[in-house]
């Protein structure tokens, strides 16, 4: 009984070694944002930009900020930027008056995973 305890912890060692990478790279999580994840700021910003911890897939990606009233005050969905190794999401945004905004993400990883979410951000008055 005690020679088979350490051959099964070594069989779930090397298990868990073989299964946790490929899960922790299974979809793409915002890493950071500008603005930041419920910054204030002084001015507005003229992008609204997320960085990705994976790589994007273009065509299925899209970053949209509203006004407080539920307004869409960026231009178009969004675009995975070149030369960012399709990490780096980034939309124009209308001149923005002071208030809160709040930022909506949908992305699909090179992998195929799809995820999404939104952050507030807040221009002084």
Sequence with gaps: M????????????????????????????????????????????????????????ALFCSLIVKNAAGQVVSEGRGHVVSGSHDRLLETTVKPLAPGKYRVYWSVVAVDGHHTEGHYMFRIEG
């Design 2 to 57: 005690t020679t088979r305890a350490p051959m099964r912890r070594a069989a779930l060692t090397m298990l868990l070694t073989l299964l946790l990478p490929a899960g922790a790279y299974a979809h793409a999580f915002p890493d950071r944002s500008r603005p930041r994840v419920g910054a204030t700021v002084k001015a507005a910003p003229l992008h609204v930009r997320i960085w990705f911890d994976a790589g994007l897939e």
